[in-house]
């Protein structure tokens, strides 16, 4: 019933930039809360940013000024432009509805900083 597909991930200096992709399946795309998660070996899952349907958005405390998420209902994708990159940010990142997900996780997208 429902499918997320992340891409984008990689390896990158710290101060560097990448853009991560969220590919989701599911009739309530366009009227559902979306947000990127992240998890880092160790620690718990964690949001660090959400958008409304209506293009509201939010973030943690510990990416906001460096993250913007956005979003294309009609393309049923969700967008994490992430730039000046920290070692801290290194972690599988995920997408998914918030605050509820579903029970259907992807695989997510490896993001590793360098030091």
């Known amino acids: 019933q429902v499918q997320l597909v992340e891409s984008g991930g990689g390896l990158v200096q710290a101060g560097g930039s990448l853009r991560l992709s969220c590919a989701a399946s599911?009739?309530?795309?366009?009227?559902?809360?979306m947000g990127w998660y992240r998890q880092a070996p160790g620690k718990q899952r964690e949001l660090v940013a959400r958008i409304y349907s209506g293009g509201l958005t939010s973030y943690a405390d510990s990416v906001k000024g460096r993250f913007t998420i956005s979003r294309d209902n009609a393309k049923n994708t969700v967008y994490l432009q992430m730039n000046s990159l920290k070692p801290e940010d290194t972690a599988v990142y995920y997408c998914?509805?918030?605050?509820?997900?579903?029970?259907?996780w992807g695989q997510g997208t490896q993001v590793t900083v360098s030091s």
């Open positions: 599911g009739s309530t795309f366009s009227i559902a809360t």
């Open positions: 998914n509805r918030f605050p509820i997900p579903s029970g259907y």
